[in-house]
Structure formats: C-alpha cells, structure tokens
C-alpha cells in the first residue's frame, strides 16, 4: 500500500514552482512577492535622474500602485515610464508626465495643495496620486465607461477625498469652485474659460493645448490679481479633449 503523504502535505519544489505566486498574477517582475514597492522606488528614482525634484511627488508616485490602474495583461509594464491603453480609446498618462504636472503644480506651493479639479479621471490612477498631495479632489470624465472604471479602481483605496463625477469637464465644474489647482489629462485647441473662470486667484492652471502647429504643448496658466499670465512649456501627446458624454 502507498504510503499517505502526512498533514501538511509537502508538495516537490518543481510542482509548487508552477503555482502562481501573487507576483507572477500581477505579471510583475519575479522576485517581488506581493510588494511592488521596490519597482515603484526604481521607477522614482528613473523620475528623479530625469529631473523629478519635489519630495511629496516623489512620495506620491512611490505609494501609488500603478499597476491596480490597468488590465492585468498590462500590469508587467504598469511601471515603465509609458501611457498604456484602458479601453474605450484612452490611455493611462506616462508616470512622468504625471508627476511633471503635478510638480509644476506645486511650484511655490508648501505643503498640501487645496481643491483640485482634474479633467479627464480615465481609469482613476492621476487622481489616486493627486489626492496625496491635495486637501480635496473633483475629477470629471465624459465616457461613462472609464467614469464607472475608475470607481471600481479607487474604491478599495477607500480615498475619502476624491469625487469622481461624469460629465463634460469642459464645463469645469462650478459647485466646487474656486480651485487651488486645475489639471487637464485631454488637450483641446484652447483652455476653456470656464476652467479660468473656477480657478482661484492665486490658482494655476495645467493643461495640454493645440497650438499652431498642431502638435499639443503643456500650457502653466497662473491667476492673479492682474489677470493671467500663460507660459507655454513641451510639446506632449495627449488623447483629445471632446465635448459632451458618451
Ligand atoms: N487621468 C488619467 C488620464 C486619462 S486619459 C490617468 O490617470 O492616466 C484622458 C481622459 O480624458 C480620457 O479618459 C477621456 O475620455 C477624458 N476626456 C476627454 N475630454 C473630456 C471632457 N471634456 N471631460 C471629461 N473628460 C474628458
């Protein structure tokens, strides 16, 4: 008679090595186990080299878990400085690009930002990043898909402060005017005077805009009270800002 295996069972390294442990179902690079903060510091310290100098957006972009913010198929290249699609057409911004912003953001600002209006939530992942650094978070998107998204996405992060609206965020968003900061993840051909509108004195603007060439810069706009003031910064690629919902 076969000896019964005793209780617990000890399976052969060759079988337990084919069990997916929690890093290979992430897709992450092995050697991380359930923690990915290690990838996340390397992907920190890649910002920083390229110039990323603002300790909290460091912090931020370091506790932020990109890869919970797309499919699983992607999640191996969640912290690769590059956009990646979320469906519906749209993409992730690059980890970069978010941190420039929200750097450029916090210029001349010490400690946390007040209210902050993003346009263009996708799957909830700029918003999940900005809500570490800002006291409130308004965040509009137009596809009712990725709005739907990205609740699913932020909700086990149980973030108090960010409210995630449906609707056409060229209109802004007047009942939580006046904003500390606005921040657009869809370019248009020109900043939206509503946007200007809701934004505080003393508020900065960050959006990327068509300019003549067609090709989109990143445009700072400042309100003070003399009026605005725009400085037009790189050239960037951003999906299109669009009119209405779908
Ligand atoms: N903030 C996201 C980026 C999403 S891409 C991130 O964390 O990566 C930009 C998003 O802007 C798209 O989902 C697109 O549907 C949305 N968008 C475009 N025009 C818009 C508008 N007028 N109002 C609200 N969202 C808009």
């Known amino acids: 008679m076969k000896e019964r295996p005793s209780f617990p069972a000890r399976m052969p390294a060759s079988v337990s090595a084919k069990i997916a442990k929690p890093s290979a179902v ?6 991380l186990g359930m923690d990915s903060s290690a990838v996340r510091r390397r992907m920190v310290e890649k910002l920083m080299a390229q110039g990323l100098s603002d300790l909290l957006v460091q912090q931020a972009m370091g506790e932020v878990e990109r890869h919970r913010f797309v499919d699983s198929g992607l999640a191996n290249q969640a912290y690769e400085d590059t956009s ?5 057409g749209q993409t992730i911004s690059k980890p970069s690009v978010v941190a420039r912003m929200i750097e450029l953001l916090r210029k001349g600002v010490d ?9 263009g939530t996708g799957c909830g992942y700029q918003a999940a990043v900005l809500s570490q650094l800002a006291t409130e978070v308004y965040s509009i998107e137009r596809l009712r898909g990725l709005h739907d998204k990205a609740r699913e996405n932020l909700r086990p992060l149980r973030l108090a402060t960010v409210h995630l609206l449906f609707g056409d965020g060229m209109l802004g968003f007047a009942a939580g005017a006046p904003y500390a900061a606005i921040i657009a993840a869809a370019g248009g051909e020109a900043i939206p005077q509503a946007w200007i ?8 603007l960050i959006a990327p805009v068509v300019g003549r060439a067609n090709g989109q810069s990143l445009v700072v706009l400042d309100k003070t009270a003399q009026g605005v003031r725009q400085t037009v910064l790189e ?7 669009k009119s209405g919902v779908a």
């Open 111 to 119: 400690g946390r930002l007040g209210r902050v209006l993003e346009i």
């Open 197 to 204: 509108d809701q934004l505080a004195v003393g508020g900065r």
């Open 84 to 88: 990646l699609p979320i469906g519906l």
């Open 235 to 241: 050239a960037v690629h951003f999906v299109p800002l």
């Open 26 to 31: 992430l897709n992450l690079p092995q050697g």
